[in-house]
């Protein structure tokens, strides 16, 4: 069996260079297969085919902070957004009503974390919204 790189993860990019899934988010073209297979042509949060999503393509959707990282699933833009503000690196906004829709689909992550990771990223979501709040606390005050 050939071990995954730069030189084998070939299969998804039209000019045959190094795909995108394997240098930003670790997959292999299999894996990135087995993904897209399980989102079944549909964003995984809310379920907009993929050719609604105005020409984009669905997205990988991941959490990263800390040294932790895990790919939860495929995504459309505008739930990439939501799951920005889930992880807190952005505000909420209106987009809160998602915020109960975006812990489900995370529960189902593709690639699943530890209890102990689960609650490393609760811990860094608390820290990001602590600080989100104090930027938009600095903004009203000004």
Known sequence: MTTPSRQTETRHHPLGKTCHHFIHHELTCDQYDELRARAGGCCELCGLPEQETGGR???VDHFQDGG???V?????DRCNSTMSCLDGTKPWGPKKIWETAARTYEARSWQQPTAEQR?????IRE???AAVARLRGRHRAA
């Open 57 to 59: 393509r669905l997205v």
């Open 68 to 70: 932790l990282r895990f």
């Open 72 to 76: 939860r699933g495929m995504i459309c």
């Open 119 to 123: 609650s490393r990223v609760e811990a």
């Open 127 to 129: 820290e990001r919204y």
